[in-house]
């Protein structure tokens, strides 16, 4: 596995793979790697030539009061598994590389973030899709991966990719969980015992959201999930939200698929999870346009 630290090494690399016909997979990550990490390489390995894996905490989309210090990092870890799960190129370069000044420009995200995520880390997105800009012409890469424990950042992904003719594809690959339905994320490490055990009602709480639409109980399923997941744990419900995906509004009739979230701010860990599933909404015809589910 190559290590790469600089911008023009990771470009030159990479022109020289491109030219000799070879696909590029990439998988941005901010490290600390898991097994939701190593799934995406998985998959990269199984459609491309060349697996280019990012490490980069960007402090472009942590707001201030949020865990940019103390995100979990070891790199050394993470070198032993993105070679063990295939990745041909390890591309870390530090904050000074990525920005050696402020950036003169940084791109805005319009849709797609005013609920969820977006609406509790305000311009979050707009690091995360300026951080991208710089890294898909870093890498030039065939195809995208990312996991869709993030479902809210694909959608923004897909939006920048689009609006911005950018020659990727963008592949979500599904949320890998632990025995008892909890999301992998770099961020359980910071859970408590306690908590740890906790976490698992958030995804259970999507599952039982699920099942009260699907009963056409459509009128209070997110204050359900609420009293849930407050009942449930001691963290505090952020969000638990219902909406059309990939768009992320309120759903209507014509949304083809619905994505249920949540986020729970634990001690010091904040989770999110969601599940997206078909429009069970428009079974329940109610003759409105807008479907209530809150
Ligand atoms: N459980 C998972 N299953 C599949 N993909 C995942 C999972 N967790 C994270 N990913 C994906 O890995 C990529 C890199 O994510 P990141 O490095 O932020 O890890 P993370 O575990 O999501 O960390 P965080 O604690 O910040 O949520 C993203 O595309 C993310 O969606
Ligand atoms: C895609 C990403 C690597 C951009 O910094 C980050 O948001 C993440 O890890 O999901
Ligand atoms: N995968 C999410 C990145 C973040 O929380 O900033």
Redesign the pocket.
């Given at each position: 596995m190559k290590l790469i630290t600089r911008i023009k090494e990771m470009q030159h690399f990479i022109s020289e793979e491109k030219r000799s016909g070879k696909k590029v997979g990439f998988v941005?990550?901010?490290?600390y790697l898991?097994e939701?990490?190593l799934?995406?390489m998985k998959r990269a390995k199984k459609e491309s030539d060349v697996i280019v894996v990012s490490i980069f905490v960007n402090p472009l989309q942590f707001g201030p009061n949020e865990d940019f210090d103390r995100y979990p990092r070891d790199l050394e870890r993470d070198k032993q598994l993105a070679l063990e799960a295939g990745a041909d190129v390890l591309f870390f370069p530090d904050t000074k590389e990525m920005y050696p000044d402020e950036p003169v420009v940084t791109v805005s995200v319009n849709k797609r973030v005013d609920a969820l995520c977006g609406e509790s880390r305000v311009g979050h997105f707009d690091g995360v899709a300026t951080v991208l800009t710089k890294l898909f012409h870093i890498v030039s890469p065939d195809y995208a991966y990312?996991?869709l424990?993030?479902a809210q950042?694909v959608a923004v992904v897909q939006g920048l990719v689009d609006d911005f003719n950018f020659p990727v594809k963008v592949i979500g690959?599904e949320?890998?969980r632990e025995s008892d339905g909890l999301?992998?994320?770099?961020?359980n490490v910071y859970l408590t015992e306690i908590e740890r055990k906790e976490a698992s009602h958030l995804s259970q709480s999507l599952l039982k959201a699920k099942n009260w639409l699907l009963d056409g109980d459509s009128g209070e399923t997110e204050q359900k999930m609420i009293k849930y997941l407050e009942e449930h744990t001691s963290g505090f419900v952020e969000y638990s939200k219902i909406l059309s995906y990939p768009e992320l509004l309120p759903p209507s009739k014509k949304s083809k698929k619905l994505i249920i979230a949540v986020a729970v701010k634990f001690s010091k860990a904040r989770l999110i999870d969601n599940i997206i599933i078909d429009n069970i909404l428009t079974r329940q015809e109610s003759g409105e346009e807008t479907c209530s589910v809150h």
């Open positions: 941005p990550t901010m490290g898991h939701g990490h799934s995406l990312f996991g424990k993030d950042q690959c949320t890998k999301a992998m994320s770099s961020r």
